[in-house]
């Protein structure tokens, strides 16, 4: 009878260590999925921001181009005023993406970028003198906006 009780005993022991270490076990598999989880959200938000970003200056640019050409050939008050009133709504367009970006990203390298294209962009407002001006800040616009491109996708990569 004692060699039964001690069987009996083994045998609980037994079952409710296994039971505790497969509880364990699946609280790791459950805290590990919680973090791939949360760390795909990070990345896809971190992409939206780079991208709603790059898209919005690059709206602003076109509006900007569109506003300046217009101003430099001489086109009516009237449409003066439509397209600075877009470039004036595009320009506020940038403000939400670009602060995602900074809450999102801490990385210098990819803010640096950021902030480049976004000063670039907004210079071409003061570029009033001829056409080939306006071009060269759209250019030099344009080249920062691929620069931020591909240092986002670098940083991107890298996380």
């Not at 079952?15 to 896809?44: D, K, M, N, P, Y």
Request: net charge positive; hydrophobic share 50%; with cysteine.
């Amino acid at each position: 009878m004692l060699a039964t009780l001690i069987t009996a005993s083994l045998a609980i022991v037994g079952t409710l260590l296994g039971a505790i270490v497969s509880g364990r076990f699946q609280q790791r598999v459950a805290e590990r999925s919680v973090r791939v989880t949360h760390s795909e959200a990070i990345r896809r938000d971190r992409l939206e921001a780079v991208t709603a970003l790059a898209c919005a200056v690059s709206e602003h640019r076109l509006a900007m181009w569109r506003r300046g050409v217009a101003v430099l050939t001489g086109a009516g008050g009237e449409r003066v005023e439509a397209l600075r009133e877009k470039s004036d709504m595009t320009r506020s367009a940038v403000t939400r993406p670009r602060t995602a970006l900074r809450v999102l990203i801490e990385d210098q390298t990819v803010r640096a970028a950021a902030d480049e294209m976004v000063t670039l962009t907004y210079a071409m407002r003061d570029t009033d003198g001829t056409t080939e001006q306006l071009a060269g800040a759209r250019e030099a616009a344009l080249a920062a906006h691929d620069a931020f491109v591909d240092a986002a996708a670098r940083y991107l990569q890298a996380a």
